[in-house]
């Protein structure tokens, strides 16, 4: 069913109060999407125009802005979301993992917007590691076995057809050797020539990753922590939520595991205070090691790694971690003691992924143990 042209979106908020209400609740209904009276808006900080329209009847809506040149570079009108939010049914991914990942509604075209069925009550593990350092044990293991079971889901059929070659992911990181003075020069940030130097000192160990890289199977390609959220953390079965699936498709299975550790690392390194002495003391790694070792204990009582798996994941950990000092060099033009860990860190796991995983997880323990 085609769109009503008074849309109130347009990439602004409504007003939910009076008649915007209505006129937002006519709009659904054009889309073939009925439901009851807005009781408020809810705002999100993302690259695009994000929100949640809470209902009166407890549900929720989730209006998110494509940017039209990546609907166009994945071939669909909505962009990669839409398209594999559609295919997560068709996938055949276990009942428990697609509790977890938001279910498309719908889309308008008109206003570039895809709206999907939203999870309210949950906290991102962002603001559960502000609370406390150490993640709650149920919530770890939850996020595993999702994880796991994103993983292990059996995509060959789907990744072979042609319909989603633009779902097959290119390797995402390029080499820093061959970066000209000019490049460097207008690099973003002051410490740019710091963090551009790291990049070149790991890149064999990335050209390791690029050799190995391949759509072996499904990835959410996004893991950070504010898409990542939990509802009662603490409780036996916690729920938990993966959202923006923008990135999704098909690669190595390693690199979200990595990213999830370097998310879990990038946490425990924001209480070091920026001292770089304490990474010294073994007594120090105490969290990390806690968190780190926990989650992947629990990924392997469902989906065993080899030695190779678990040092590729590891050095995805490592790019992780150096994402996020150049994501502060473009946001805040420093790098600041954070990111100079980060750098630290990031460039220990990619170039010596066994020594800091005999730290970070010496066995294999069961989940919980």
Not at 4 to 28: I, K, V
Not at 77 to 93: S, Y
Not at 247 to 276: C, K, N, P
Request: charged share 20%; proline share 6%; hydrophobic share 40%.
């Amino acid at each position: 069913m085609g769109s009503n042209t008074s849309s109130p979106w347009f990439g602004a908020l409504p007003n939910e109060s009076g008649p915007e209400s209505a006129r937002t609740r006519s709009w659904l209904a054009s889309l073939g999407i009925k439901r009851g009276p807005i009781e408020r808006t809810q705002t999100f900080t993302a690259r695009n125009s994000v929100a949640m329209l809470h209902f009166a009847d407890g549900t929720a809506l989730v209006l998110k802005q494509v940017d039209p040149a990546t609907s166009k570079a994945v071939g669909t009108a909505m962009g990669n979301e839409e398209t594999m939010l559609r295919l997560i049914p068709e996938a055949g991914i276990p009942d428990f993992v697609r509790a977890s990942i938001p279910r498309f509604v719908g889309a308008d075209p008109e206003t570039d917007t895809v709206i999907m069925e939203g999870m309210t009550g949950f906290t991102s593990m962002r603001e559960i590691a502000k609370s406390s350092p150490d993640i709650p044990v149920p919530a770890l293991v939850a996020l595993a076995s999702v994880t796991a079971g994103i993983h292990t889901t059996a995509v060959n059929h789907i990744i072979v057809n042609e319909k989603y070659a633009p779902q097959r992911i290119a390797f995402p990181f390029a080499s820093f050797v061959t970066l000209t003075p000019s490049e460097l020069a207008s690099g973003p940030g002051m410490d740019y020539s710091d963090y551009a130097a790291a990049m070149q000192s790991v890149d064999e160990s990335v050209a390791q990753l690029r050799d190995d890289w391949g759509p072996k199977g499904l990835v959410h390609f996004d893991l950070r922590d504010d898409n990542i959220l939990f509802k009662c953390p603490d409780s036996e079965r916690p729920e938990i939520a993966l959202v923006d699936w923008e990135l999704a498709g098909f690669g190595d299975q390693m690199l979200d595991v990595g990213t999830i550790v370097g998310q879990l690392l990038i946490q425990w390194l924001h209480t070091l205070r920026g001292d770089v002495g304490r990474l010294a003391s073994s007594g120090a790694w105490a969290t990390a090691r806690r968190n780190v070792g926990l989650f992947l204990a629990a990924y392997e009582h469902s989906a065993p790694l080899n030695t190779g798996q678990r040092e590729a994941a590891f050095r995805y950990a490592g790019l992780s971690l150096l994402m996020y000092a150049a994501g502060r060099l473009e946001q805040i033009g420093s790098l600041g003691r954070i990111g100079h860990l980060c750098l630290f860190v990031g460039c220990k796991l990619l170039n010596n992924p066994q020594g800091l995983a005999k730290l970070l997880a010496p066995s294999t323990r069961k989940a919980g143990g």
